[in-house]
């Protein structure tokens, strides 16, 4: 089974700061279906990227996603009010379907 | 526009059974791979269980293997999730999901349906 690693735990930044998210895989994910997920308390989870770098229907451009290797990185270009939240990543190559413990992008 | 709706939840005693729903509408159900994932207070998301869009071939997580059963009705256009031998570590907000047609990415959620497990 992948184990995701997701790090830093806790992350916090003010508005119009650059956020830095990562997410590690113990081994190749295929086809680098790997996923991130934004949560806000209370609120089912909501898609941003799949396929490591492809931004789902309606998420703007300042949220973006790369892979070097088994090294999977979601950035955040310059946080706004509503980007404090909690993140996860998920793989869904295969089962199973493994979410990371996810980070948590907080107002310093 | 997508809606999934869950229902079914409450509380069960340790050993009991609960059986979750969940309604699915504004897409064509029978053409995707369905999802349960579930949330414990306070911790993070945990993958539970998948069904292909057929209903022939499911997964499931080493957690809930042998106890839980997904399954659909694409006449109903309902996803189930049938939960046997309940125990406290089970107690969650659980939701379902349609997948991507690129792969078993969850792309749309409902909003979730809390099962507590507690004598």
Same mark, same amino acid.
């Given at each position: 089974?992948?184990?995701?690693t =997701?790090?830093?735990?806790?992350?916090?930044?003010?508005?119009?700061?650059?956020? &830095?998210?990562?997410c590690?895989?113990? =081994?190749?994910i295929?086809?680098?279906?790997?996923?991130w997920? %934004? %949560?806000?308390p209370? =609120?089912a989870?909501?898609? *941003?990227?799949y396929g490591?770098s492809?931004?789902a &229907?309606g998420?703007?451009?300042?949220?973006?996603?790369?892979?070097?290797?088994?090294?999977?990185?979601?950035t955040?270009?310059? *946080?706004?009010?509503?980007?404090?939240?909690?993140?996860?990543?998920q793989?869904?190559?295969?089962?199973?379907? &493994?979410?990371?413990?996810?980070?948590?992008?907080?107002?310093k | 526009?997508?809606?999934?709706?869950?229902?079914?939840?409450g509380?069960?005693?340790?050993? $009991?059974?609960l059986r979750l729903?969940?309604?699915a509408?504004?897409? /064509?159900?029978?053409?995707?791979? +369905?999802?349960?994932? !579930?949330?414990?207070?306070g911790? $993070?998301?945990?993958?539970?269980?998948?069904i !292909?869009? /057929?209903?022939?071939?499911?997964?499931y997580?080493?957690?809930?293997? $042998?106890r839980?059963? #997904?399954? !659909?009705?694409?006449?109903?256009?309902?996803?189930y999730?049938? +939960?046997?031998?309940?125990?406290?570590?089970?107690?969650? #907000?659980?939701?379902?999901?349609? /997948?991507h047609?690129?792969?078993?990415?969850?792309?749309?959620?409902?909003q $979730?349906?809390l099962?507590?497990v507690?004598?």
């Amino acid at each position: 089974e992948i184990v995701l690693t =997701q790090s830093p735990g806790t992350l916090s930044l003010s508005p119009g700061e650059r956020a &830095t998210l990562s997410c590690r895989a113990r =081994q190749t994910i295929s086809r680098n279906y790997l996923a991130w997920y %934004q %949560q806000k308390p209370g =609120q089912a989870p909501r898609l *941003l990227i799949y396929g490591a770098s492809s931004r789902a &229907t309606g998420i703007p451009d300042r949220f973006s996603g790369s892979v070097s290797g088994t090294d999977f990185t979601l950035t955040i270009s310059r *946080l706004e009010p509503e980007d404090f939240a909690m993140y996860y990543c998920q793989k869904y190559d295969k089962s199973p379907l &493994t979410f990371g413990g996810g980070t948590r992008v907080e107002i310093k | 526009e997508v809606q999934l709706l869950e229902s079914g939840g409450g509380l069960v005693q340790p050993g $009991g059974s609960l059986r979750l729903s969940c309604a699915a509408s504004g897409f /064509t159900f029978s053409a995707y791979a +369905m999802s349960w994932v !579930r949330q414990a207070p306070g911790e $993070g998301l945990e993958w539970v269980s998948l069904i !292909r869009y /057929t209903g022939v071939d499911t997964y499931y997580a080493d957690s809930v293997k $042998g106890r839980f059963t #997904i399954s !659909r009705d694409n006449s109903k256009n309902t996803l189930y999730l049938q +939960m046997n031998g309940l125990r406290a570590e089970d107690t969650a #907000i659980y939701y379902c999901a349609k /997948t991507h047609n690129n792969g078993w990415v969850s792309d749309y959620w409902g909003q $979730g349906t809390l099962v507590t497990v507690s004598s």
